[in-house]
């Protein structure tokens, strides 16, 4: 039987044994092993868009930054490609290991 994928979909070495512990996906709540799940990183404000000008206003100090959410997110494969976090790639581009170009960070004025 022909094998799919080198590690089988997850992330350790071909020689590996052993079990990896299981995290929740996000979106389903399936236990995924932690190697396998699609993992994000999203960082957000804490505060919406429309309200920042408002706050920034209304602040006694003058540099104030407003602070983040940082949250890491683990999706199963199935959720991740139905919320369209990943997607389904041809054979051939299923050997490109390297992650895909990332667009140039836009600068702040």
């Known amino acids: 039987?022909?094998?799919?994928?080198?590690?089988n979909g997850r992330n350790k070495p071909?020689?590996?044994?052993?079990h990896v512990k299981r995290?929740?996906?996000?979106?389903?709540?399936?236990?995924?092993?932690?190697?396998?799940a699609v993992k994000r990183f999203i960082v957000r404000n804490m505060v919406e868009s429309a309200a920042i000008r408002d706050l920034q206003e209304a602040c006694a100090y003058e540099t104030y930054t407003l602070p983040k959410m940082y949250?890491?997110?683990?999706?199963s494969i199935s959720?991740?490609?139905?919320?369209?976090?990943?997607?389904?790639?041809?054979?051939?581009?299923?050997?490109?290991?390297e992650p895909p170009r990332r667009a140039p960070r836009r600068q702040e004025k």
């Open 71 to 75: 949250r890491k997110v683990h999706y």
């Open 23 to 36: 995290v929740f996906c996000e979106s389903s709540g399936a236990l995924v092993p932690k190697d396998k």
């Open 79 to 97: 959720a991740a490609i139905h919320s369209k976090v990943v997607r389904v790639r041809s054979r051939e581009a299923r050997r490109i290991r």
């Open 14 to 18: 071909s020689g590996a044994r052993g």
């Open 1 to 7: 039987m022909p094998k799919k994928r080198r590690a």
